[in-house]
């Protein structure tokens, strides 16, 4: 059967199903947090070393996003495919939308508790987590667990934290010791601008991992809601790609703020060339990541990457109080934000 993706046949097939316009509608909730939460990484050090505004950052990540995942999906669409094949929802459909939609229920509930204490956390994690735990309560055993393609959450994990942390050392110890002998004031406009180009980077990887994740979860809404569990060689419309991009944006604008702080000021004191040196390095992570499918978070990547850079001068420059609760939000993201969706699953499922 096929399943028609331009945009006025999906806005028909969700106005004929009540269940298809709850799941599409949670996912982009879920896109909306992680605008708030995990997008303004990509810009935090631009913004807080007075590159740019707020608000010509935010117009800059938005396009970026867009950019990063419309690339990234024509060269390869691998994150995409791995975040939706993680788990198996079994052969009813019916139920299947029904344990996604609570999935985004509790990824919702858990990046908006963390929001509200200036956590920067991981909405891939949670991504991860949530589907995990809705799978599970749905069939009713681990079985619902592909562990060849979890495995490579494990494996993004300890990459882009190493990458994340070698290669922000790395990038800026090279950019110390290339203008070791130019004066601090005539590298200003350099770096301003540089790093401008820098967090343009970051926003696009940005995209290019985060955003294909939510777009596959929006394209499989579709296809459960008509009977179908697998998506496997379909091309997404690019209208579905600019949504997740103005949907991430509008996060952003709404509550990026705090984020910024949490990250670009709190964790590390950044100068303009340590700035540029984090984007830099977290960028290629993701990029490297994301060229062999591994899903993984911006969040992790830009963090270590800032403490990277921070340790070029002095380990202590690091604020290891910012960095414990970040490690502790990720740990518990996994566990926690599980069983809330197993919990939400066995809830949705008693009501719908």
Known sequence: MDIDLTLSGFWSAMTQSPLLFMAVALTLGVILVNGWTDAPNA????????CMSARAAIVMAAIFNFLGVYVMTMLSPQVAQTITKMVDFGTNANDAIIALSAA???????ATAAFVFGI????????????TGSAIALNGSFSAVNGAEWVKVLYGIVISVTLGFGLGWLVCKLVTVAFRNVERRKTEPVFKYAQIAGAAYSAFMHGAQDGQKFMG????CLF?????????GVQPQTWIMLLCAIIMGLGTAIGGKKIIKSVGMDMVKLEKYQGFSADIAASTALLLCSTFGLPVSTTHAKTTSIMGVGAVKNVKAINFGVVKEMCLTWVLTFPGC?????LMTKLFLAIF
Request: aromatic fraction near 8%.
């Open 217 to 220: 979860i929006i394209i499989l």
């Open 104 to 110: 985004m229920f509790a990824i919702v509930t858990w």
């Open 224 to 232: 459960m809601s008509n009977g179908h569990l697998d998506f496997d």
């Open 338 to 342: 599980g069983l809330i969706g197993f």
């Open 43 to 50: 810009i935090a050090t631009c913004v807080v070393t007075r």
């Open 120 to 131: 920067p956390t991981s909405e891939s994690h949670a991504l991860i987590a949530g589907l």
